[in-house]
């Protein structure tokens, strides 16, 4: 029997029940909600946008590892988001969709490739994409395209206001542990170590030199200015896992 949705779907279940489908060999059927799913989740909540580019894409292709219709469709979706996106590169949205379907299928070069496109004809469409890119031009080594979109103060900002909320979000989850928060303290190195990298590769020795005097009023330790000190001689720390 064919899927269809219901008139008020549940989100949640109709990703949960595309997964027991795969295990259970109801794979056209599972296919037809992964389908759904991707064209349609956000248009009924779109709070979904980080699972629909994540988790939905990853059961998608545990699928497509066994069945290959899945993975012809799924191509097919980054195809036609490329050709969406290249219609109409201020779209962020669809670059979004775009990287996150290259990633699954190992391709980040062509969301380098398509970046690179954009910043060389527009730059203004490419400052508000760059973010999504920056992993993916890193991975390539592409440097030198990071270099005019690495506004530091904006960034270091950021970085230094996601710290105190996650830290105090740390803190008052582990009241009563010894171990200090760590979570915070990983992602704000990450990204500050990664600016400061990206700025030493485009010799702007003083601003990633300023940059790191900056940080250290945030964080201060041993561990922290040796990461910050190999930033400074071009080197990236690698991504974050999980």
């Given at each position: 029997m064919t899927w269809t949705p219901p008139d008020n779907p549940n989100l949640w279940e109709i990703l949960k029940s595309a997964a027991s489908d795969t295990r259970d060999g109801y794979h056209d059927q599972a296919l037809t909600k992964f389908l759904w799913f991707h064209h349609n989740a956000l248009r009924h909540n779109s709070a979904f946008v980080g699972v629909r580019l994540s988790?939905?894409?990853?059961?998608?292709?545990?699928?497509?590892?066994?069945?290959?219709?899945?993975?012809?469709?799924?191509?097919?979706?980054?195809?036609?988001?490329?050709?969406a996106f290249r219609n109409d590169p201020s779209r962020f949205d669809l670059f979004h969709d775009l990287a996150a379907l290259n990633e699954q299928l190992g391709d980040g070069a062509r969301t380098t490739d398509l970046f690179v496109d954009v910043a060389r004809d527009d730059h203004a469409a490419a400052k508000r994409l760059y973010l999504v890119a920056e992993s993916h031009l890193i991975a390539a080594g592409r440097y030198e395209v990071?270099?005019?979109?690495?506004?530091?103060?904006?960034?270091?900002?950021?970085?230094?206001?996601?710290?105190?909320?996650?830290?105090?979000?740390?803190?008052?989850?582990?009241?009563?542990?010894?171990?200090?928060?760590?979570?915070?303290?990983?992602?704000?190195?990450?990204?500050?170590?990664?600016?400061?990298?990206?700025?030493?590769?485009?010799?702007?020795?003083e601003?990633?030199?300023?940059?790191?005097?900056?940080?250290?009023?945030?964080?201060?330790?041993?561990?922290?200015?040796?990461?910050?000190?190999?930033?400074?001689?071009?080197h990236l720390p690698g991504p974050l896992s999980g």
């Open positions: 988790y939905a894409l990853n059961y998608w292709m545990e699928l497509a590892s066994v069945y290959a219709p899945a993975r012809v469709a799924f191509i097919r979706t980054r195809d036609e988001t490329e050709a990071c270099g005019p979109f690495l506004d530091a103060p904006f960034r270091m900002q950021v970085a230094a206001d996601s710290y105190e909320v996650m830290k105090n979000l740390e803190e008052s989850r582990q009241a009563d542990e010894r171990s200090p928060p760590r979570l915070a303290r990983t992602f704000y190195a990450h990204k500050v170590a990664t600016l400061i990298g990206l700025l030493a590769l485009n010799h702007r020795t601003e990633a030199d300023g940059i790191r005097a900056q940080a250290l009023t945030v964080v201060d330790d041993e561990e922290f200015r040796e990461l910050l000190g190999a930033a400074m001689t071009g």
